[in-house]
Structures are given as structure tokens and as C-alpha cells.
């Protein structure tokens, strides 16, 4: 890990520390982001249930960047014997205080995405909802998920996608966001479907599959023309009714679904 690679994270730790009032409601919030990031976990709960875990009972589910703790919940409620980690201390209390409301237990630590403090094929499930974009490496924490998968295990892992149709949508934003300094104080990178393969390819992963989501909004310099009530209905049919080879080159998200090889 080098220096440079160190302080991007510290800054990233810092920020997530100042945002966990945001994290604790994003997912009942009513923007249009909230909307994405909520159907981020719901496809990625989706792909959990559809191909379970290693054996016939609920293994050990790990969540890497769990900001408030909501996908490790839902594993939770799954059956899994839950895991959870983030790198910002504010991030892990909310994750255990959600545990706590809920009448339920779990393994919640503060930890680094490249150095997980677990031994080898610990895990069922690995999952990372929008954490590795933050690395100067992503393809770092991709070996680190790999490494304490269980063999016929899964990880599950999302990304910002670079080729988003609001992108096209809107040149003038993209370019504002180009030339501008970024909002959070730190660059976070767009990683493209052939990249997110390729990191899995050199975790020894095999790609089940790569899910699209979130189409839209429609905007002009990064501001919307349509309500997001508008915006959210909008997309939820672009996702129902495009092809899912379409949703995974234009929509806002990512979502790489790779298997440990047995």
C-alpha cells in the first residue's frame, strides 16, 4: 500500500465519518440517488437469493464498507451469520446500532478493504456496495474479497458506471465534473464492465454476471429537468422493460456477480 494510495483513504474515512446521519436514512430517503442506491442493495439481494449460499443452510456473509449496516441486516435476516466492516468509526457504530434496533447480532469492526482481518475461505458471500471506486486500486480490495471467499462462494461487488446514459444526457455536467474539484474533496473512480471483469479475472474469480441499474435522471448541468418522483418511475421502467445487456452498459450502477471457483 503506498503513501499516496493511504491518504486518499484517510480522506475518504473523514468524509464517511461526517456523513453517517445520510447513511442512516438514504435508504428510505426520496431523491433520485437514494432511489439508485436503494435498488443497488435490492439487486444485489436479488442475486443472493437466487444463488444462495455455498451449502444448503446460510453460511457467513461478509459486508465490506457497510455504512449503516442495512445490506448486512438483510443478510441477517437471511439466515447468515453476518460479518461487517468499514473503514470510518462513525460508519461502524451506526452499523452496530442498527443491529442493536433490530434484536440482532454480528461481527462489526472497523478494517481496511485491502487488509481484511480474516483468515482465507471464511466467507458464503462477500458483498462491497459502492466501496471499491474509492480505492486508488480497486482491483486490490476485488483479491481481498476473493481471498476470504469460501471455494463455491460468491462476492458481489458494484461500481459507478463511466458510459451512464446521463452522462450522454448531459455533456456540460460531465465536463463540470471533469474540470471541476470534486465535491467530497477526493476523487472516486467510474469502472467500466470490461474493468470490473478483468479485476475479477485477477482474483481467480469467474463472472457469473454484471447488472445494470438506475437509468437516468435526465438533467442539464448536473441539474434535473424532471421531479424525482418523475425520474425515479422513469427508470424503475427503463429496468423493467430493457433488456438486461442494455441496463449493464448505460445504467448508473454496476453490479459484478463473480464465483470462487470450488
Request: aromatic share 6%; proline share 7%; hydrophobic share 40%.
Amino acid at each position: 500500500m503506498s503513501t499516496q494510495a493511504d491518504a486518499h483513504v484517510d480522506k475518504v474515512r473523514r468524509n464517511y465519518d461526517d456523513r453517517v446521519a445520510q447513511w442512516q436514512t438514504i435508504y428510505s430517503g426520496q431523491t433520485f440517488h437514494d432511489h439508485v442506491i436503494q435498488r443497488r442493495m435490492d439487486r444485489c439481494l436479488e442475486a443472493v437469493d437466487h444463488l444462495g449460499p455455498v451449502d444448503e443452510a446460510p453460511g457467513r456473509a461478509l459486508d465490506v464498507g457497510c455504512g449503516a449496516g442495512q445490506m448486512a441486516l438483510a443478510m441477517a435476516e437471511r439466515g447468515y451469520d453476518v460479518s461487517a466492516v468499514d473503514i470510518s468509526e462513525g460508519m461502524v457504530e451506526a452499523t452496530t446500532a442498527t443491529f442493536a434496533e433490530a434484536g440482532r447480532t454480528a461481527d462489526i469492526r472497523t478494517a481496511d478493504m485491502r487488509d481484511l482481518p480474516y483468515e482465507d475461505d471464511t466467507f458464503d458471500w462477500v458483498s462491497g456496495l459502492g466501496a471499491i471506486e474509492y480505492l486508488t486500486d480497486p482491483g486490490e480490495a476485488v483479491e481481498e474479497y476473493a481471498r476470504v471467499t469460501r471455494p463455491g462462494g460468491h462476492v458481489v461487488v458494484t461500481s459507478p458506471n463511466p458510459y451512464r446514459i446521463a452522462f450522454a444526457l448531459d455533456p456540460i455536467g460531465v465536463a463540470m465534473g471533469v474540470f471541476g474539484p470534486p465535491p467530497t474533496g477526493y476523487p472516486r473512480q467510474y469502472i467500466s464492465r470490461s474493468q470490473l471483469e478483468g479485476y475479477a479475472r485477477r482474483a481467480g474469480l469467474e463472472t457469473v454476471g454484471i447488472l445494470g441499474h438506475g437509468v437516468g435522471p435526465l438533467q442539464v448541468a448536473k441539474k434535473p429537468l424532471l421531479p424525482p418522483r418523475v425520474s425515479m418511475r422513469l427508470s424503475h421502467a427503463a429496468e423493467t422493460h430493457l433488456p438486461l445487456s442494455w441496463l449493464s452498459r448505460i445504467g448508473a450502477n454496476l453490479i459484478l456477480v463473480a464465483r470462487k471457483p470450488a
